[in-house]
Structure formats: C-alpha cells, structure tokens
C-alpha cells in the first residue's frame, strides 16, 4: 500500500499576504492567528511597521498566535492608501538559530518601480530533530507589466539563497515562501522551477502546490464575494473586482531535487479561503499550507 504520508514526520508551514491595509485589521490578525498558531513556521507579507503609531502586525500576530517573530525586516515601501511602512516577516514556534536575516533585492534598473520591496525577511530555524530550515518571505513587484523586474528579484535571491544553503549542512532545508504576484506560467516562476534559463543561469524549485495541493489553488478569487479584496481592487481603481480573473498568486517553493529526501512534499492546502460566521475574510488574499516530510 502506498505510503501517503500520514504516518511520516513532518514540518508545517505557510505563506500568507496578510493585507496591509487597514480595513478590520485587529479583526482579520485574530482570524490570521487562528489560522497559523499550530503551524511550525510561517511567512507573513504585508507587515505593517509604523514606529509613530507603534503599530507592528508581525508582533501582532506573535501575541495573539503564540509564534515567536523569527525575522521581520523593512521592505522600504510605502503603502499608498495609509502611507505605512510595509515589510515581510517569519513567524515559527521552533528554535530560530540566526534571525532577522536581511535578504536584498537587485538593485533599481529603468524598469524598476517605488513600490518595490528593497529587502526581503529570512532567518534560519532549527527543526527538533535538528535539521535546519531557511526561510524567506518574499513580495515580488506588483503589476502586469512588471515581469522583467519579478523575474531579476528570482535570479537575485536564487543567487543569494544558493550562497547561503552552501555554508549549512548538506541535508538543510530551503524554503522560498510569498506573494510572487505572477502566475505559474510566468517566466519567473518558469525560471524558479528549472524549465528555462535566465542571464546564464539555472536552478530548480519545487512547488509544493504543484506536487501535492488539489485544484487550481487560486489565492486571490475575485469571484469570491471577499470585501478585502473588493475594497483594496477598488482602492486601486477597478471599478468591478468580480470581472478580475482568479489567480494563484502565492507559493511555497522548495530548493532542489528534494523528492524521497528531507523537505519532500507532503501536502498542500489553502488557508483563510472560507469566511467566518460573520462572512469576514482574514485577507484579500488566501494563505497557502504546506507539510514536507522531515525524517531523521
């Protein structure tokens, strides 16, 4: 009978782009924690980091989920609704080995955008059997028109991450998780999976939800009747979000041919996807879990 992975040892985690606007905020974090509190680790995007109003949603969400604040870094961009300094974050109850690991993005270029995240959250993590994880939140730059750039932050952190993966041992684990505002066929995701090369260069990540989740796996469903995300496409001047296309947006990425060793994938799913009892959304975007296996 074939092993489906109930009875492996397993890592959970997420990725969710928890919304940084202000819209129900200490509400949606309540229903965020509910979400994420037994996961192992998480990676939050869209952290608010407001020093003069002493509003930080990472630590936030650390006391009402119980999770400890693994790094939260900056991304040097301004929300332009609240004009609110905006970041990525990981969010574990595992020990956290090295935290608040700054991971820069590529430097401006003609097509670059200020609303691009400068910097991106990382940090390591020990898992109890000792193995270590490496973790990046990650926010790739908004719009359709913007691949170019998504695609030079991939090959910039792909650079980076490699590096780093180099110094630990062997069976590490390597985790790319976040809002990558593009879909799966776009060059950059192309690029991430190992199907095409990129300025003389190659690499290969797995998708957990390609591997393991069930259906399209959308993460941000206008068809949906979600006021978050009504509310923030309006904002942004579309004038009937139900006419936008459903898309998956949001990834778990795995470095390497990990298949039948550390990090395979287990299982995959969505989480915030469902309202509560009052029909409130966490997000305008859902969360995306993952279980990989992490044997002895």
């Known amino acids: 009978m074939e092993d489906t992975g109930e009875n492996l040892k397993s890592l959970s985690f997420a ?20 979400e994420i509190k037994d996961l192992d680790f998480v990676a939050i995007q869209e952290v608010v980091l407001d020093e003069k109003n002493r509003i930080n949603t990472a630590l936030a969400l650390s006391d009402l989920s119980g999770l400890k604040i693994a790094s939260c870094v900056s991304g040097e961009i301004t929300n332009l609704v609240t004009g609110q300094i905006q970041g990525t974050a990981i969010l574990t109850k595992l020990e956290v080995v090295i935290s608040d690991i700054s991971i820069p993005a590529p430097p401006d270029s003609a097509n670059g955008s200020s609303q691009e995240y400068k910097r991106y959250a990382a940090a390591i993590l020990r898992a109890p059997n000792n193995r270590l994880i490496f973790v990046c939140s990650v926010h790739l730059p908004w719009g359709a028109h ?117 990090g395979s994938p287990l299982r995959a799913s969505l989480l915030g996807n469902k309202p509560n009892v009052n029909n409130n959304f966490a997000s305008d975007h859902f969360g995306v879990k993952g279980e990989i296996w992490n044997p002895d």
């Open 15 to 34: 990725t969710w782009n928890i919304l940084g606007d202000d819209l129900d905020r200490l509400a949606r974090l309540t229903l965020i924690a509910n």
């Open 146 to 262: 913007n691949e170019v750039r998504r695609l030079e932050h991939s090959l910039y952190l792909d650079m980076q991450i490699t590096e780093i993966m180099q110094t630990l041992p062997a069976d590490s684990i390597s985790i790319l998780a976040g809002d990558f505002n593009t879909n799966t066929n776009s060059e950059s995701l192309r690029f991430l999976q190992g199907e095409t090369a990129y300025s003389d260069r190659s690499t290969f990540w797995v998708d957990v939800w390609t591997e393991k989740g069930e259906g399209p796996g959308f993460t941000f469903d206008p068809s949906v009747n979600n006021p978050n995300l009504n509310e923030t496409a309006k904002r942004s001047g579309i004038i009937s979000p139900e006419l936008m296309p459903p898309r998956r947006l949001d990834f778990l990425l795995l470095k390497g041919w990990v298949f039948g060793r550390a």
